[in-house]
């Protein structure tokens, strides 16, 4: 009977108890739950891609056919030797089968079930972790400590170094998934084959999200009274006008609910520090997120957003002029945060 902790999991996996035959690996982060599933799997059998060792099947299936999921478990590999199944749960329920399971432990058979977000007292939870030979494996998205490791883990085995503008681009583009964050930093590892030093231009080219983190990073330069060279840099590499008015209006949205929060706590920075966190710009220094705090007032910001809005409105009307107005708009921010 083991419940494991997300913080635990990633030890749990790469070392799975002999005496547990069931596991159940759930939460938010599919990716990670597959990884972390089938991670398992690879402990015990000796080759994942032998279908005799190795067997996936869908949640449906064992829930239509209950005593289907006990078969397999006790079929022996032609071959002999352990032998795995993966089943992927669904909508319908499979515990009747895995009710049979546990009341007739397979004798060489690992049986892993996956899912999505469970409560603590949801009822394939309670059935999976109440069992003698059974574990719940909890898997929650990756902290900024977990994506550390992982960034470095990856540029080290690719003999990659990355400079501080690009590992911050990295932190805010990756996370969501962890399948996903794998496959981005391998499709980085391959751009840049050839070379040793990981620039943001190779982040913004190749990582899906980063081209987003650029443009807010044009955005915010100019809230802080710079725009020229940044803004010059952006088009100049095919940036898009679109992207850069929708940053600069969330942004300023952003901005003004944080310096609102900050007045609320009597000019206390950490409120408005934490509502910009929050908002998707954590990419940024915190003595950046601060100064902005501290140049701006939610007036100001305030009466910042109507413009935008209006070149907003017009760039999406008559694309020809996009580029203008994205252009006088940011400037015009500039100029505000220089008064």
Request: proline fraction near 4%; charge should be neutral; aromatic fraction near 6%.
């Amino acid at each position: 009977m083991v419940a494991v902790k997300s913080g635990a999991a990633e030890k749990f996996v790469s070392a799975p108890p002999d005496g547990v035959f069931l596991f159940l690996v759930f939460g938010s982060d599919a990716g990670m739950v597959r990884e972390r599933a089938l991670t398992i799997v690879s402990k015990r059998v000796d080759d994942r891609r032998d279908p005799f060792q190795f067997v996936e099947m869908s949640g449906d299936a064992v829930s239509a056919d209950p005593l289907a999921l006990l078969d397999e478990a006790n079929t022996t590999p032609l071959f002999g030797g352990r032998r795995a199944i993966l089943v992927e749960t669904g909508a319908k329920s499979v515990i009747p089968a895995v009710t049979s399971l546990i009341s007739a432990p397979p004798a060489a058979c690992t049986v892993v079930l996956t899912a999505g977000a469970l409560k603590r007292d949801a009822p394939l939870r309670k059935l999976v972790e109440g069992a003698k030979q059974g574990a719940g494996i909890e898997c929650q998205p990756d902290t900024e400590h977990d994506l550390h490791a992982l960034i470095d883990r990856t540029l080290r085995e690719a003999g990659l170094v990355a400079g501080p503008e690009a590992r911050g681009l990295l932190l805010a583009a990756l996370g969501e998934d962890r399948l996903m964050s794998r496959g981005e930093l391998t499709k980085l590892a391959l751009y840049m084959h050839g070379r040793e030093h990981v620039e943001a231009a190779d982040v913004e080219a190749i990582v899906a999200h980063a081209s987003g983190v650029a443009s807010d990073r044009v955005v915010t330069a100019a809230f802080g009274g710079e725009v020229g060279a940044t803004l010059e840099s952006y088009f100049a590499q095919g940036g898009d006008p679109g992207a850069i008015l929708f940053g600069a209006m969330r942004y300023a949205v952003a901005l003004h609910r944080a310096r609102l929060a900050m007045e609320r706590e009597g000019g206390r920075t950490d409120a408005g520090v934490t509502v910009l966190m929050r908002a998707g710009f954590g990419f940024m220094h915190r003595a950046l997120l601060e100064e902005h705090l501290k140049r701006w007032t939610s007036a100001r910001l305030g009466a910042l957003v109507e413009p935008l809005r209006v070149a907003q409105t017009r760039a999406r009307a008559n694309a020809g002029v996009a580029l203008m107005e994205a252009e006088n708009a940011l400037w015009e921010v500039a100029k505000a945060a220089r008064r």
